[in-house]
């Protein structure tokens, strides 16, 4: 079945460093693919999504490219903040007929130091 | 807008009894699906549901069901809890059309405790 592979944490920055946190997928046909946040204490939060090949998504900063040919969706983000320390999801939108679920990578934990 | 919201925000079971844990949907959306989030772990698919009946449905057993009512919130039920069924409950919420492109809205989850 379809499933998302992310990059291990924790990830641990420096203010302003360069951000790359890695996911691929394995996905029989065209699934639409998210990164969402999770913020200490609080629920899911959709941070940007692309749905079709080349599309790239972008939000607060973040931003990450549908790449087909190498099944890959990383975030990737210039320059942190402390604010952005929070687990970072890597998802994908598995459709069967008109049902969809998401499947989801494990999480990457990101703590951004001053 | 209120967005998503569940209840209860904590819950602490004991082995053996049964849970509901509670939904409204985003207004405006008709889909509901349910999530399992252990701790340090991503997120479990339990199921979805749309127009009252489950659509789909993960690798849950039987003791985790269902409900969905007409004003599309939605309940998960889990009988007989296991130690194991401690985590973070997640509902997210869905419009069914624009051909399966539309994100899910998640609630600020669940967290049950089972002693």
């Known amino acids: 079945g379809d499933s998302v592979t992310q990059m291990e944490g924790p990830v641990t920055l420096s203010e302003e460093a360069f951000l790359t946190i890695n996911c691929t997928y394995t996905a029989t046909g065209y699934p639409s693919l998210f990164w969402y946040v999770q913020y200490p204490g609080e629920g899911l939060q959709l941070l940007l999504k692309a749905t079709k090949a080349d599309d790239k998504g972008s939000n607060k900063g973040f931003e990450a490219t549908y790449r087909k040919e190498t099944t890959s969706f990383h975030l990737e983000k210039g320059s942190v903040q402390v604010s952005d320390s929070a687990v970072y999801f890597c998802a994908l939108s598995e459709i069967a007929g008109n049902n969809r679920k998401l499947i989801w990578g494990l999480g990457t934990s990101l703590a951004v130091n001053p | 807008d209120a967005g998503v919201t569940q209840s209860p925000t904590h819950l602490i079971k004991t082995r053996g009894q049964q849970v509901t844990l509670r939904c409204s949907p985003k207004?405006?959306?008709?889909?509901v699906s349910w999530y399992q989030q252990a701790l340090g772990q991503g997120p479990q698919f339990i199921f979805q549901?749309?127009?009252?009946?489950?659509?789909q449905r993960g690798n849950f057993p039987d003791r985790f069901s269902g409900h969905q009512f007409p004003n599309y919130s939605s309940e998960l039920n889990v009988n007989a809890l296991l130690l194991g069924d401690s985590a973070l409950y997640l509902c997210a919420s869905s419009f069914r059309g624009l051909a399966g492109r539309n994100e899910q809205f998640f609630g600020p989850g669940t967290r049950l405790t089972v002693l």
């Open positions: 207004s405006g959306h008709d889909t």
């Open positions: 549901y749309y127009e009252e009946e489950e659509r």
